[in-house]
């Protein structure tokens, strides 16, 4: 517990300080208000990372996990047509999540899908690597894909914040479905 919660410090002092070293943050608008916002942003997602009981992976480490053939399972919980089949991180499989956090299971904001279809995709193993991420740090749908794997007993999970919006921001290659 105690290296999760030095990787989430690590992660929200590393949010504020990108957020500030940036030179078009320090251009635009009131740095201030700004910074207010960009803590809203990074106090969220610890809180939701403290309360789902996942790890966080950056976008840097991901790729490096990729390309080292480090055995996973990507899940992309953004909308199938309206984002995974435009672009996503090379070999993501698909699952909607609902944006809000999901308490209880409801499959009507699962575009159908039932608990059990997710546990048929995450699979046996419940050591199993499981990266799941959305659209930017902001959204929730890789919060909820997280939680709902540790829920169901998956104890390697992680959630990749910076979704496919940093994934591009990074210039690396993403897939688009046939």
Same mark, same amino acid.
């Given at each position: 517990?105690?290296?999760? !919660?030095?990787?989430?410090?690590?992660?929200?002092?590393?949010?504020?300080?990108?957020?500030?070293?940036?030179? *078009?943050?320090?251009?635009?608008?009131?740095?201030?208000?700004? &910074?207010? &916002?960009?803590?809203?942003?990074?106090?969220?997602?610890?809180?939701?990372?403290?309360?789902?009981? %996942?790890?966080?992976?950056? !976008?840097? &480490?991901?790729?490096?996990?990729?390309?080292?053939?480090?055995?996973?399972?990507? #899940?992309?919980?953004?909308?199938?047509? *309206?984002?995974?089949?435009?672009?996503?991180?090379?070999?993501? #499989?698909?699952?909607?999540?609902?944006?809000? &956090?999901?308490?209880?299971?409801?499959? !009507?904001?699962?575009?159908?899908? !039932?608990?059990?279809?997710?546990?048929?995709?995450?699979?046996?193993?419940?050591?199993?690597?499981?990266?799941?991420?959305?659209?930017?740090?902001?959204?929730?749908?890789?919060?909820?894909?997280?939680?709902?794997?540790?829920?169901?007993? %998956?104890?390697? #999970?992680?959630?990749?914040?910076?979704?496919?919006?940093?994934?591009?921001?990074?210039?690396?290659?993403?897939?688009?479905?046939?």
């Amino acid at each position: 517990m105690h290296a999760l !919660t030095w990787s989430l410090k690590v992660l929200v002092v590393g949010l504020l300080i990108s957020c500030l070293s940036s030179p *078009a943050f320090a251009l635009f608008g009131n740095k201030f208000e700004k &910074e207010v &916002e960009t803590e809203a942003v990074a106090i969220k997602l610890l809180r939701e990372v403290q309360s789902g009981g %996942y790890k966080v992976v950056t !976008t840097h &480490e991901l790729k490096q996990w990729i390309d080292s053939g480090k055995e996973m399972l990507i #899940v992309d919980a953004m909308p199938y047509g *309206a984002s995974y089949k435009k672009g996503h991180i090379p070999g993501a #499989v698909q699952f909607l999540f609902p944006i809000p &956090e999901m308490e209880q299971w409801d499959s !009507t904001k699962t575009a159908g899908k !039932t608990r059990q279809d997710y546990v048929n995709l995450l699979g046996p193993d419940k050591d199993r690597r499981i990266v799941i991420y959305c659209g930017f740090t902001k959204c929730g749908r890789s919060h909820n894909g997280a939680m709902w794997a540790v829920k169901l007993g %998956y104890r390697n #999970v992680y959630r990749y914040p910076g979704g496919i919006f940093a994934w591009k921001g990074a210039k690396y290659p993403v897939e688009k479905a046939e």
